[in-house]
């Protein structure tokens, strides 16, 4: 039968007109505060090699914000590119670029050769580690390229699976990876498995991963943890050209108004500028201007995310005590325990996501939709929901996973009583 209790302390909470969003992992207005400074970052517009930020060229970026990033991600300025605020648009246009052009090394192989009468990739297939980042899925689906789930172990996909499916497919010529704090599972990748896709033996010759390593300094605990280097890895394996990385400050400075940057081999910066170069004359230079004279070094880049996790470790602990209170001890029910990153993976018996996401959203609890983490919105399982604490205020986040909790219990003994 159904418990009583559960329902009772729901409709309360359904009773105080609550209002809040949790669809999105977007940095809070205090978070946002950190980086005010930047705004009156910029005295002048001349770089540090004499360049007028304020005019045109440099499609590859400034010398002094590729120094930066590469600063941040452990590589040489010469690999790194910087261009635009959204990483996710860096994804993208890789993506249309292989599609219309071929990769570096394969000119003569467009990606979208052989589509017949279908949408641009419809002959190609990326693997997608889930659960996974919604966004990378989006551009899949809208460029009509196939996507095949791959399980996400505990230490990164499954490299058995993995393995298997591009030794024989030629047509897979692609993979996605968030390779630290993974959205929204909050995996971090294992040695072993970044030398494992370094070495993966492809029957695409011109198989590429993506590399989104958004949460690179997002930490949630004194432990900074690292992730070995996929460019070294895929160079030592003789497979310089395979790795792109992508990375930004979206969550670093403003979400809306950072700095992207890209960062890959030689060749594959070579073939990037070959393309962006038709693309535009030139990225917002004044914007890296102002963002390296804010940012300045990696040290302070780190005492600044530093002064984030102060802000965001309350709101996940919140979400811990929430959960840990209410769902400890209950059949199916599990989350993950994040070392950083911006999200929460509460995973339901299967077939109850989707009744708990809507009845929080009758106590005006707004989630991500259920199945947002797989392709095509389609969670196999109906079990994972993405809960994203960033956003609301300490009270917020603490009342919303409370409601959480008691939608999932709601759900879980309306499927008792029918049983």
Not at 157 to 183: H, Q, T
Not at 263 to 269: D, F, I, K
Not at 351 to 360: D, H, I, Y
């Amino acid at each position: 039968m159904i418990d009583q209790s559960v329902v009772a302390d729901f409709a309360a909470l359904k009773q105080r007109g609550l209002k809040l969003d949790m669809s999105r992992g977007k940095p809070a207005p205090e978070q946002l505060a950190l980086s005010a400074g930047l705004l009156g970052a910029l005295e002048d517009a001349r770089a540090a090699d004499g360049t007028d930020a304020r005019n045109y060229g440099g499609v590859l970026g400034l010398p002094e914000a590729r120094a930066l990033f590469g600063s941040l991600l452990d590589l040489p300025a010469s690999q790194v590119v910087v261009d635009g605020n959204s990483s996710l648009a860096l994804m993208h246009d890789t993506i249309v670029f292989a599609l219309l052009y071929g990769v570096a090394g394969h000119p003569n192989a467009r990606w979208s050769a052989g589509s017949s009468g279908g949408a641009v990739g419809s002959s190609i297939a990326f693997l997608c580690p889930v659960p996974g980042y919604d966004r990378h899925f989006s551009i899949c689906e809208a460029l009509g390229i196939r996507m095949i789930n791959v399980p996400l172990t505990a230490g990164g996909p499954d490299l058995e699976v993995v393995s298997r499916l591009v030794a024989d497919d030629p047509s897979i010529k692609g993979m996605w990876c968030v390779p630290k704090y993974s959205n929204p599972s909050g995996t971090i990748y294992a040695e072993d498995v970044v030398r494992g896709l370094a070495e993966l033996r492809t029957a695409a010759p011109d198989f590429r991963i993506l590399w989104d390593d958004a949460y690179r300094m997002h930490h949630l605990t004194e432990r900074k943890h690292e992730v070995p280097s996929l460019l070294d890895a895929c160079t030592r394996a003789g497979n310089p050209d395979r790795a792109i990385v992508f990375a930004s400050t979206s969550k670093i400075t403003f979400a809306g108004a950072g700095v992207a940057a890209l960062a890959a081999s030689p060749a594959n910066v070579a073939w990037w500028q070959s393309h962006v170069s038709v693309r535009t004359i030139g990225a917002d230079k004044i914007n890296q201007l102002r963002h390296v004279r804010y940012l300045r070094d990696r040290a302070h880049v780190e005492g600044l995310m530093d002064r984030h996790r102060a802000l965001l470790k309350p709101k996940f602990d919140a979400v811990e005590q929430e959960f840990s209170s209410q769902l400890s001890g209950l059949s199916g029910v599990s989350w993950s325990r994040p070392h950083g990153g911006y999200f929460v993976d509460l995973v339901t018996p299967p077939g109850l996501a989707k009744r708990t996401v809507a009845l929080a959203q009758e106590a005006g609890i707004t989630l991500t939709p259920a199945g947002a983490a797989f392709p095509y919105g389609k969670d196999p399982d109906d079990a994972h929901i993405r809960i994203a604490p960033s956003f609301p205020s300490l009270d917020e986040i603490t009342l919303a996973a409370r409601g959480v909790a008691l939608a999932l219990k709601v759900a879980i003994s309306e499927r008792v009583a029918h049983v």
